[in-house]
């Protein structure tokens, strides 16, 4: 492993665990796949081979989904206090958080990201979505009905909240070790059990995780951890007859799937799913801090954020300096493989992603798009894109129609403050939305017309375990975070009692 080994700053534990070849978490064992395959995953830095891991298909999904089932009926779990169970939770947080160094490495390893970023955001961030569901864990309710067609004291009703069973979770490589927390926070508060799957591309942080689940004390079963493709082990996991709830981030066309997939035994079902979030920045705005913020809002994460605020919509007399802002911002970061001490931005996470995001630019300057900055791949070595500012667009060209996931805005001008709520609203996508204006009225007048999940007004990209987020129209279903995702989670049960 040449990468792993030129890296300089590189924690032992990180190279060992990368060198050894991984396997997958099914009823508290590490185990091969059944097929006995293995797949690469790449550090996209350089695009050489990173590690490899056990390749699940069908049959570790049913091993899995067997194992699940049998942990939620009958196994320890099913018995367990909530206040037990939380404490569990809570556990994994600490032992998260004491190899905060460790996860970061990997993280940055696998999904290319910057080392400090992951350092600062995404382990500290899965730390405390841990603690938050681990304090739920004791809080989940029903209610005392009373009946409004029978008399008083005739009849006893209530309602109490049930984990909803075995929960398949499939999640994608832009944030590997968050979007698993994303997922097994919740569900673990409820009681449920599960099988996590992570993306192909970025699979180490969720087996890393695996381990500490089982340091943790977590009965056997109740997370189970298959890597794999999407195609084989996501869609086995997807359609299996046994799983109550799937649960899926990623793009909406794999989404769409997803339903199809989940319709043989009408499992539940919830999505977070793509986006093209509008930024709207009016003539009033506080111009300082608006265009740092527009450019965090597109290039934090190299542009691979579901909510990445890619159609910049900006008043016209502010128009060209906000521009000029945000290209000199996007200047000004570093693009360099992610363990570099100043790297402010890695490389994309896979060849096809490069592929993907380097087509959307030729097609968007073939037909007259202008890129003020970037436009084009960095460099010719692992799967780097020059942060992108687009002007000249207009609103049928697919680079602002369609989801780039990459670090590119288009940046478009208005003049008419009443039209731009219909601007912002024309597209198929409703994740989120930035609103950038000192006058609150309009600011929140705004805000409130917005087809999106989530809108920031004069912020960007704030995320807290106590707030819901998710989409509008195709960008999903359901909420992730806040007490909202719980009710994915459980089943209501009404229990009428004649007195
Ligand atoms: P994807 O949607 O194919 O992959 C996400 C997850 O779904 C992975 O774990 C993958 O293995 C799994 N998956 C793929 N096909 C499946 C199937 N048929 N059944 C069950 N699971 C399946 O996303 P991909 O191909 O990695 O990226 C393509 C585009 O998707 C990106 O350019 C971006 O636009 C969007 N995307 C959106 C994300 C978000 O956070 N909303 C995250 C990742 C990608
Ligand atoms: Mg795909």
Not at 264 to 275: F, H, P, R, T
Not at 355 to 365: A, F, I, M, T
Request: hydrophobic share 40%.
């Amino acid at each position: 492993m040449a990468t792993v080994a030129s890296a300089p700053t590189i924690d032992p534990k990180v190279s060992a665990f990368v060198a050894r070849k991984q396997k997958m978490l099914i009823n508290g064992k590490w185990v091969d796949a059944a097929s006995g395959k293995t797949f690469a995953t790449y550090n996209p830095a350089t695009g050489e081979v990173l590690a490899q891991v056990a390749e699940g298909d069908r049959e570790d999904i049913n091993r899995a989904v067997r194992a699940a089932r049998a942990a939620f009926e009958s196994g320890p779990w099913s018995k367990m206090p909530p206040a037990v169970r939380g404490k569990l939770i809570w556990k994994l947080a600490d032992l998260i958080e004491k190899h905060l160094e460790e996860f970061a490495q990997l993280e940055s390893l696998d999904n290319g990201k910057p080392l400090g970023i992951a350092r600062i955001a995404d382990v500290p961030l899965t730390v405390e979505h841990m603690r938050y569901y681990a304090g739920w864990a004791t809080k989940i309710e029903g209610n005392t009905i009373p009946l409004i067609l029978a008399p008083p004291n005739k009849f006893l009703a209530y309602t109490v909240r049930e984990p909803v069973g075995v929960v398949g979770q499939i999640i994608p490589w832009n944030f590997p070790l968050l979007m698993a927390a994303w997922k097994l926070g919740p569900s673990l508060a409820a009681g449920c059990t599960s099988v996590l799957k992570p993306a192909e591309q970025t699979p180490l942080t969720a087996l890393r995780l695996g381990e500490l689940i089982q340091e943790a004390g977590f009965p056997d079963g109740v997370v189970n951890i298959v890597p794999g493709f999407g195609e084989t082990a996501g869609a086995a996991l997807a359609a299996h007859p046994d799983v109550d709830k799937v649960a899926f981030t990623g793009s909406t066309e794999v989404g769409r799937l997803i339903v199809q997939a989940a319709a043989g035994n009408l499992k539940k079902v919830s999505l977070e799913l793509g986006g093209k979030s509008p930024n709207v920045i009016f003539a009033d705005a506080d111009i300082e801090s608006a265009i740092p913020g527009a450019a965090s809002a597109i290039f934090f994460n190299h542009g691979q954020c579901c909510c990445a605020g890619s159609r910049l919509y900006v008043e016209k007399p502010i128009f060209d300096k906000v521009v000029d802002g945000v290209s000199h911002s996007a200047e000004q970061i570093k693009v360099k493989p992610g363990f570099e001490p100043d790297s402010d931005m890695g490389p994309l996470v896979s060849q096809e992603q490069l592929n993907r995001v380097c087509g959307y630019l030729e097609s968007g300057l073939k037909e007259g798009a202008k890129a003020v900055t970037g436009g084009k791949r960095h460099g010719d070595k692992g799967y780097f894109v020059k942060p992108t500012v687009l002007v000249n667009t207009n609103e049928t060209m697919k680079v602002v129609r369609e989801e780039i996931f990459g670090p590119v805005v288009t940046a478009i001008p208005f003049s008419d403050p009443s039209e731009i709520v219909g601007k912002a609203n024309d597209t198929t996508y409703g994740l989120a939305a930035g609103v950038w204006s000192r006058d609150i009225k309009k600011a929140h007048t705004v805000a409130a017309k917005l087809r999106a999940g989530t809108v920031w007004i004069n912020c960007y990209n704030v995320f807290d375990p106590a707030m819901p987020f998710g989409g509008y129209k195709e960008s999903g279903w359901g909420r992730e975070m806040g007490h909202e995702v719980l009710e994915h989670y459980t089943e209501v049960k009404s229990i009428c009692s004649a007195l």
